[in-house]
């Protein structure tokens, strides 16, 4: 775009044409006061707290040049012989803006005079208090006094709830906008609102739930008052007391940039930090919310090992020397290739790291996974390692010229930040296309939706595939230079039309061929994909590789691929080697290992904050049958239940670490408090046991898979030999553990703390005089936005293999005649969820069912259905869904859904009847 | 019976009316304060369903007009403007003789739930003040409690004579 060259007070600026005064003055250092006006948001004009002088060169209407005066300098007009709103006002060249004039002081006084009207002036009681803008700018440009009646202040109840988490003080409220403007631009729930006219003029909230969505958090950050508070924070603490601890969001795979607010040892509140790479300066409410399990009453607070049936208390000594001592038994009869363990995918790369080189090169057992083996859980494909998006990708900088290709995901439930974060995309002019068998909220994004039937998601990839061949959408140079097996890939098809294969997806032709079109012309294509592509399997995902590859989509920034795996660190699980391909011996999955135990091949096993009972209760008999199981964990869970040892550690407030995004950013969050009960992390468990292994004689090995050296820079394996060798288990702090994985761990070498802490500044414009220039109490990152690492696409010499082939259709069963998929949930009442504000909003089980399968099998909503499959059956509750596609039946993935009873796989075959409770029972 | 079902061909007549549904809120709220009384939150939440929008916008265009009532009101809602030019001509005098004659204050509904009597700003009928509004339907130069006493009288015989009312001024006749 053009530049402009203005000057404001004084002082010349140039910015690109089409910036408003408020910005342009920002730039320049000049802060002018806003209300209503936040760079994230459409500028308004609402709050008149912006009003400037804006002169502009005289122009004569007969020649259209501009009036020269006697000085022989241009004559300047005041635009519109009145003061104008800056955040609404386009620059032009030689503009010439006065802020601080006495017209605009005097605008600025009568507006903060107005707006003050009935305001309460209960700040020593209001949670905004000590972070509040019309504190700030009342102080720095309000009267002293006021000339309204102080009697004839209006009054409402306050304060009134908006939803469960959200209260509103109708009397604070000064009417901006920012919560509207938010809900209906920026997270796409319109659910906030006007009500009334005049000095009843209120937010409401009409949803049902009232506020219903996953981000309404947000807005209690962006109120430039205290109109809107948390119930979760309300009355909590005064701001200025808080210690801001740095932190990562340890509840999916965006990895948000959070502040844990500590006052002492206790949580008060949790904020957004801004990095524009992740979260931009938002966060959804399951991050926000959902961290009050930190303090549970119900948390472990020492090891506890059974004595028969009972689980006692007993000392750290003991429990790791009974551990020592059983491992060894175990593996001098049975051998090491009896232990296994099972670590999950939200714990920090130091964990995983440690709790790998334990296994690998103490124990000498390849048998790792992070995965739970459940019957339904689909196998993990990742593109992420390989084809993700390219070193220096933000998705915030995104626009026109990108295109997304979203398959078979939820974001919102997925990974909510993602919803955030293309639908800024889609704002911006970008193109989005939608395939999912069913619809999400998502859909409400301006995009193109495909709907394949479940399951049949691969064909549409091949349709896509097969129109870039036909139509010549082939990224000709990149295919000759990078990618082989495209002959064959041709050859494979050939016997297919772009036609038959939309037709075997059920999915419209044209839109396939728009959206093959689009994403083959786009400057930058990205793929996301999720936890229902991952149902559909290995015939998806191949085939969406090779559509990233076919159209040169990879090796650069904000091109590749975005895998959403559940878990908060399953990409730092699949890099620290946590799973059973990772080392040149194959070891157990998950699932194998539940068998492997079943027959006694199994007798020893750790399992590592993950409760593969919950999901899965037949895992419970394949637990006791194993000699000796030790379970780490935060809560006494199902699975802990079961075990010999129970280790407590501590939570992510309690220790620092690092955690791996989906697009392989590593971050670092700190240590907010002292360990809760004396807790160690993960890392320092994994230690304390192998140097009582050590002790007692066990020689580990080399190290074999990840930790192997591969990939790390010479120096940097230098350093880290001499602080950690192979035998020698002496780490004294978690960055002793992040230094060997830099110096060993393939991808990691820029990851010590040290360029983890790197801050780019300013990463978005905030104001110099940051009280004024009012964007939100998000905190600044001044602590590191991280370091991503790049994939082996990025590297520009490797090359890859095509894979899509045209599998067979998905086989029906008249039996069993609807398909059954697991959908995520983000508000699954799992353990994240205890203690929070966020309960009532747990969903509880059920099966999401069409309306008109409904009505034909006699199903009422909320009656209770039966499900049939080939190995079980459950009885659930009934939810109608009108948009659903028939013949698919959805159970949310939460506490307690029946999905093990019933699941053969990722996608099952089912039978679905209305319950009668007389005759058929539970079973 | 839902509003669809009672009055599904005009509805369908008006969405006809515009490219997109959501244009077609202030038609459906008239219908639906006429068939409920008033605009109860399920018939917002009706309407809303019908237009496919999200139930706060249509409670926000409820809240803002003075011609939707979110309240129950009587089978005549009597608007008398107290702007200035109707004020010059003796507003204040009409809606004090309109309290003492129906026996309610402002902003009430009478027993027999006949009349509900409010406040409103300009009618545009400046040239015939004070000015009262019935349903939407005018009656002017309102200056002698006479003339107060036999507007009532004939709305009061009118709603009695069966004749259709509507308070959203769907029958209006202008």
Redesign the interface.
């Known amino acids: 775009m053009p530049n402009v060259t203005l000057v404001i007070d004084g002082q010349t600026v140039t910015v690109p044409a089409g910036t408003n005064i408020v910005d342009a003055a920002r730039i320049a250092g000049i802060a002018i006061p806003v209300f209503c006006y936040h760079p994230k948001l459409k500028p308004v004009g609402m709050c008149r707290m912006c009003l400037v002088e804006v002169w502009t060169p005289k122009i004569d209407p007969a020649t259209r040049q501009a009036v020269i005066g006697e000085d022989g300098r241009p004559v300047m007009t005041l635009m519109m012989g009145k003061l104008q709103p800056g955040c609404v006002t386009s620059v032009s060249d030689g503009m010439e803006v006065r802020t601080t004039t006495d017209r605009v002081r005097f605008a600025q006084k009568g507006q903060l005079e107005f707006l003050l009207t009935s305001h309460p002036l209960d700040c020593p009681v209001c949670d905004k208090g000590g972070e509040c803008p019309l504190q700030n700018l009342t102080m720095q440009f309000g009267p002293s006094t006021s000339r309204f009646d102080y009697a004839d202040k209006i009054h409402f109840e306050k304060p009134i709830r908006l939803g469960d988490l959200i209260y509103l003080d109708r009397e604070r409220c000064i009417l901006c906008s920012r919560c509207v403007r938010f809900q209906d631009d920026i997270a796409g729930d319109?659910?906030?609102?006007?009500?009334?006219?005049g000095r009843t003029w209120e937010i409401?909230?009409?949803?049902?739930p009232p506020f219903d969505s996953k981000f309404s958090g947000n807005t209690t950050d962006i109120c430039p008052v205290g109109a809107l508070t948390t119930a979760d924070f309300r009355f909590k603490a005064r701001v200025w007391e808080l210690r801001p601890t740095p932190s990562i969001c340890p509840h999916c795979p965006v990895g948000c940039n959070i502040s844990l607010d500590m006052r002492y040892d206790r949580l008060m509140r949790v904020m957004p930090r801004e990095n524009d790479y992740v979260n931009e300066i938002w966060i959804c409410d399951k991050g926000r919310f959902g961290m009050r399990f930190i303090e549970s009453p119900e948390r472990l607070r020492q090891p506890l090992i059974r004595k028969g049936d009972t689980l006692t208390p007993a000392t750290w000594d003991e429990a790791i020397a009974l551990i020592a001592e059983k491992l060894i038994a175990i593996r001098t009869h049975a051998g090491a290739a009896a232990l296994g363990g099972l670590a999950s995918p939200d714990l920090p790369n130091e964990d995983l790291y440690l709790f790998q080189k334990l296994f690998r090169q103490v124990l000498r057992s390849p048998n790792l996974d992070f995965c739970t083996g459940a019957p339904g859980e689909p196998a993990i494909i990742d593109l992420g390692a390989t084809l993700g998006v390219g070193k220096g990708t933000n998705l915030s900088n995104l626009g026109a010229g990108t295109s997304v290709l979203v398959v078979g995901a939820d974001p919102e439930e997925e990974a909510p930040l993602y919803v955030l974060r293309l639908r800024g995309i889609a704002a911006r002019g970008g193109d989005l296309t939608i395939i999912n068998p069913y619809p999400t909220k998502l859909d409400r994004t301006p995009a193109r939706v495909i709907r394949p039937r479940a399951g049949a998601e691969a064909f549409v990839a091949l349709a896509l595939l097969k129109t870039l061949i036909e139509e010549e959408l082939i990224a000709a140079d990149f295919v000759t230079r990078r990618v082989q097996g495209f002959d064959e890939l041709k050859m494979r098809l050939r016997n297919h039309s772009v036609a038959s294969l939309c037709d075997a997806a059920g999915a419209p032709e044209d839109v396939v061929r728009s959206a093959a079109y689009a994403f083959a012309k786009a400057d930058n294509g990205i793929i996301i994909y999720g936890r229902v592509a991952l149902a559909s399997g290995a015939d998806l995902i191949d085939a969406l590789a090779d559509l990233a590859l076919l159209t040169g989509h990879v090796g650069r920034p904000n091109n590749g691929v975005i895998p959403l795996i559940p878990g908060a660190n399953a990409r730092g699980a699949l890099d620290m080697g946590v799973h059973p391909g990772a080392g040149k011996k194959r070891g157990l999955t998950a699932r194998e290992m539940w068998a492997a135990a079943r027959e006694g091949r199994l007798r020893g096993m750790i399992i590592a904050g993950m409760d593969p009972v919950r999901d899965n209760p037949a895992a419970a008999e394949a637990l006791d049958a194993l000699e000796f199981l030790v379970v780490q964990d935060i809560f006494l869970t199902e699975t802990a239940q079961h075990a010999d040892v129970v280790l407590p550690t501590a939570s992510i407030a309690g220790r620092e670490g690092t955690l791996t995004n989906a697009e392989r950013r590593v971050q670092r969050f700190r240590q907010a408090r002292i360990p809760e009960f004396n807790t160690p992390a993960g890392w320092d468990v994994a230690q304390r046991i192998a140097r009582a292994l050590i002790a007692l004689g066990v020689k580990p090995t080399a190290p074999d898979g990840q930790g192997d050296g591969r990939g790390a820079s010479r120096t940097l394996a230098k350093t880290a030999a001499t602080t950690a060798s192979s035998d020698q288990w002496d780490y004294a702090v978690a960055g002793d553990v992040a230094d060997e994985i830099a110096a060993t761990v393939h991808g990691y070498a820029d990851t010590t703390y040290e360029s983890l802490g790197l801050t780019r500044k300013p990463q978005w414009g905030r104001q110099p005089n940051e009280a004024i220039f009012y964007d939100g109490t998000s905190y600044e990152n001044t602590e590191g936005v991280g370091v991503q690492i790049a994939a082996e696409a990025d590297n520009p010499k490797a090359t890859f293999t095509l894979r899509a082939r045209v599998p067979p259709l998905f086989a029906t069963n008249d039996a069993y005649p609807y398909t059954l998929l697991a959908a995520p949930r983000a508000y699954d009442g799992r353990a994240w969820s205890r203690d929070s504000k966020l309960l009532p909003r747990m969903v509880t089980p059920h099966l999401i069912l069409n309306a008109d399968d409904a009505t034909a099998l006699g199903i009422a909503p909320g009656g209770l259905v039966q499900i049939a499959s080939e190995v079980g059956c459950a009885v659930l509750p009934a939810q109608i869904d009108r948009n659903l596609p028939r013949g698919l039946a959805l159970m949310p993935d939460v506490d307690g859904a029946p999905l093990s009873r019933v699941q053969t796989g990722p996608l099952t075959r089912i039978a679905i009847m209305a319950h009668i409770s007389e005759t058929v029972g539970t079973r | 019976m839902s509003l669809i079902e009672k009055y599904g061909a005009e509805i369908e007549s008006i969405l006809a009316r515009y490219p997109q549904k959501r244009s077609a809120v202030l038609p459906l709220l008239f219908i639906a304060q006429d068939e409920y009384g008033y605009l109860t939150d399920a018939a917002?939440?009706e309407v809303a369903d019908l237009l496919d929008m999200?139930?706060?916008?249509?409670?926000?265009v409820a809240?803002?007009y003075s011609l939707l009532y979110t309240q129950p009101v009587g089978r005549w809602v009597l608007q008398v403007c107290d702007d200035v030019p109707c004020a010059f001509c003796g507003a204040e005098d009409l809606i004090a003789t309109l309290q003492e004659k129906l026996g309610i204050p402002v902003d009430q509904t009478t027993p027999d739930g006949m009349f509900t009597l409010q406040r409103v700003k300009c009618l545009a009928d400046c040239d015939h003040a004070p000015v009262l509004q019935a349903n939407l339907e005018y009656y002017h130069d309102l200056t002698t409690p006479e003339k107060v006493e036999a507007v009532l009288a004939e709305l009061r015989q009118r709603a009695e004579s069966g004749e259709k009312l509507s308070i959203s001024g769907r029958y209006a006749d202008r």
Do not use: A, H, W, Y
């Open positions: 319109p659910v906030l609102g006007f009500d009334n006219r409401i909230s009409k949803s049902d | 917002m939440r999200p139930p706060t916008d249509v409670f926000e809240g803002f």
